[in-house]
């Protein structure tokens, strides 16, 4: 069973920058996509990045320009940097791996944009 183990978050005022990463217990292959989603009050989860090998990364449209999704396998780590960030962007941010038809997710980190 993959653990996976996240740091990172805070409070950052609007337009500031914020570093997530999370790291598995396991090696995961790096055909296997890890990824990003996020949950707001009240909001469905959903998904904000996504990398896999040998394809472009996929972004949610919101974050696109201002969000970089990355992953150092050699680390079992995956990254995002958040730039720019807006009062929308405030979440709940949750690692995933989807491995044999398995989510295994993160413990979740709180960012929080302020106006």
């Known amino acids: 069973q993959v653990q996976l183990v996240q740091s990172g978050g805070g409070l950052v005022p609007a337009g500031g920058s914020l570093t997530l990463s999370c790291t598995a217990s396991e090696t995961i292959f790096s055909s296997i996509p890890m990824g990003w989603y996020r949950q707001a009050p009240g909001k469905q989860r959903e998904l904000v990045a996504r990398i896999r090998s040998g394809r472009d990364p996929d972004y949610m449209d919101s974050v696109m320009g201002r969000f970089t999704i990355s992953r150092d396998n050699a680390r079992k780590t995956v990254y995002l940097q958040m730039n720019r960030l807006k009062p929308e962007d405030t979440a709940v941010y949750y690692c995933?791996?989807?491995?044999?038809?398995?989510?295994?997710w993160g413990q979740g980190a709180q960012v929080t944009v302020s106006s």
């Open positions: 995933n791996v989807r491995s044999s038809e398995i989510d295994y």
